[in-house]
């Protein structure tokens, strides 16, 4: 993430396009409610499994590759003075190297250490994950092939939910189209690596899943630690009640009928005083009945909020302010600054990308290329992710969208002021929004050349998440 640690202590079946994915439906767009009887866990299980094997082979030789003819940056004895993501092996380190790298190493000091005081940017990254290795490595002797497992455990799981809502919402042609766009985008490297990423899109997953379902205890827990595994959990609090508020169940009437009265100008006072009365009780019902329907909800979000403040009273009992882990960001040079200024300095900073790539000044190094052609990449990234934003919101239902866009404004928000550019790890916080691997498997079974679309996103997205594992098994690329 650009700043070292400063550690004190010792891919549907078949290729990625077939024919077979995406039998087109009505090009009116999908039916409400998808499919009537969706796959089977363990038939979902089938479809998404060669999506991710694949995916996760090419990172895994894109990565050993690119080292063995490249070598690796002399950033492994800054970042990793410890030592935490070696010491396997010689060929396991380096088949491992894709997926170790960069926050693996903050999060795997926290699995050893926690969160004492003599060094506070630990507390930027929350702590469930970080348990998670810490029991695994006491269990397999290793917390760093205890994170290789959960992480890739859970980004199946997680596949497996973003399918599953996918074919319920927009169809099954589009859920299996869907899947292979999540894990063939180049953010999908941090599923599967030591980092939470994993393990957040399988909780955000099942926090919509099930509040789809209406089960809202299931709701409350996954919610609670998806806020204890990124700052984003919080966010959820948004879809969950946006779901409840959608979903609420209709009553019948009820209130008092009015007499037929009788008539003349007394009839006509008794009839209008007792449909009043009626009209206020009819009222009063739709306002209970409102309230009951949101009150597991109301809970459930109130979960979400709690998982973030038992952190926050965790940190301070360890001796912490009550807003360091929130403070800690300026340690990557992100500044609280508002969407509009973030996407501003993005744009500016792709220009001034463009330039030095097209006019440099002087002899660049290579870590002034990469930062070159960055910033520019990332401007591609954002604007990718806002048609895929705007598309789930005319697609999904609106708690997709509200969860996407929310999720979004966070590093718009905040961008990185300093160091690698305003949209530092855009890639990475991309690849957990899975409402937008949702429209895009919509889209690419919708309408004409969908075979050429799904083709363009094979070839460029293995491409680009070769890429990707290839300079980051390197320390060359920052997420």
Known sequence: MGRPPQLERPPASGPPTPASVAAPASAAGPAPNGPATPLGWRATARVVLPAFVLTRLVTLIAGVVGAALWGIHDGATTYDPAGLTTGLGGVVDRLVG???????????????????????????????????????????????????????????L???????????????????????????????????????????????????????????????????????????????????????????????????????GGSGVAGTVDRVLVGGRAAADRAGARLADAADDLRPALLSAGAVVGGLLLFLVGLRLAGHSWTVSFDQQQEWGRRNVGPFEGIVQSVRAAEAGLSDLVHPVSTPSGEATALAWMNPLLLVFLVGAVVALVGAARRLPPAYAAYAGCALLLPLSSPATEGAGPLMSLPRFLGVLFPLAM??????TRGRLQRTRRIVLAVVGLGMLALFSELTTRWLFVA
């Open 98 to 156: 894709p997926f170790a790298r960069w926050d693996a190493v903050w999060f795997l000091d926290i699995a050893n250490n926690g969160y004492p005081t003599d060094y506070a940017p630990r507390t930027a990254f929350f702590p469930l994950y970080p348990v998670l290795l810490n029991v695994g490595g006491l269990v397999l002797g290793s917390p760093l092939i205890a994170g290789l497992l959960i992480s890739s455990v859970c980004a199946f």
């Open 158 to 260: 997680g596949a497996m939910l973003v399918h599953r809502l996918t074919e319920l919402e927009l169809g099954r042609p589009a859920a299996g189209v869907a899947v292979w766009a999540l894990l063939l985008f180049p953010g999908s490297l941090w599923l599967s690596a030591v980092y939470s990423e994993g393990l957040f899109l399988l909780l955000s997953a099942a926090c919509l899943y099930y509040a789809r379902e209406r089960r809202w205890a299931v709701v409350a827990a996954c919610g609670a630690l998806a806020a204890t595994t990124r700052s984003a959990g919080v966010v959820l609090v948004v879809p969950i009640l946006v779901m409840a508020w959608q979903g609420r169940t209709p009553r019948g009437r009820s209130g008092v009928e009015g007499p037929a």
């Open 439 to 444: 429209w895009a498997g919509w889209w690419l």
